[in-house]
């Protein structure tokens, strides 16, 4: 489910609010998406990136984020 606005979403150690987000990733939020039956989402888009949410652990709930360029420019 793509969603425009910001739903907050915690791991076993951290609440990610708008604002910690954004600070944690140093660009503003634009949209995210959940997979099905999820609470934490898989992707999130910001102004310049694309960031995939990445589980650090199947038995704990830690997350990392990877920053992706949305419009790399190849010279």
Do not use: H, Q
Not at 29 to 50: C, D, R
């Amino acid at each position: 489910m793509m969603v425009c606005e910001w739903i907050n979403f915690s791991t076993d150690s951290e609440t990610f609010t708008l604002e910690a987000f954004e600070e944690a990733v140093g660009d503003e939020f634009e949209a995210m998406l959940f997979k099905e039956n999820e609470v934490i989402p898989a992707y999130i888009w910001t102004v310049n990136y694309v960031v995939f949410v990445k589980r650090s652990s199947k038995i704990l709930t830690d997350i990392s984020f990877e920053k992706i360029p949305r419009n790399p420019v190849c010279a």
